[in-house]
Nanobody, 126 residues
Framework: QVQLVESGGGLVQAGGSLRLSCAAS????????MAWFRQAPGKEREFVAS????????YYADSVKGRFTISRDNAKNTVYLQMSSLESEDTAVYYC???????????????????WGQGTQVTVSS
């Protein structure tokens, strides 16, 4: 089992920045690719960004490319999502997720991910 706990969400004005963190515990963190997903009210959960187990490869949804940066610190068992130039369309609950490293880190389907956090709310006011 891997336990994931997100933090860092909140209310921010459009154009502002936030950094989300996801702390992992349980099994060896570096055995897992990590990702961020988000879900807005009335919408399906969507892929935001992912990072390979080593941190060497990152992938982004087109809607956040150039504005968001995913990173990880395997020594701290933590994955981050730095969000800049936030837009009202970024308002959602953000979830981190873990996927076993034998799969491809650019798999964007939520069904491939083995463990999920409880989510953190990000609200962008325009």
């Amino acid at each position: 089992q891997v336990q994931l706990v997100e933090s860092g969400g909140g209310l921010v004005q459009a154009g502002g920045s936030l950094r989300l963190s996801c702390a992992a515990s349980g099994r060896t963190f570096s055995n897992y690719h990590m990702a961020w997903f988000r879900q807005a009210p009335g919408k399906e959960r969507e892929f935001v960004a992912s990072i390979s187990w080593s941190g060497g490869n990152t992938y982004y949804a087109d809607s956040v490319k150039g504005r968001f940066t995913i990173s990880r610190d395997n020594a701290k068992n933590t994955v981050y999502l730095q969000m800049s130039s936030l837009e009202s369309e970024d308002t959602a609950v953000y979830y981190c997720a873990a996927m076993w490293r034998s799969r491809s880190a650019d798999d964007k389907s939520p069904s491939w991910y083995d463990y999920w956090g409880q989510g953190t709310q990000v609200t962008v006011s325009s």
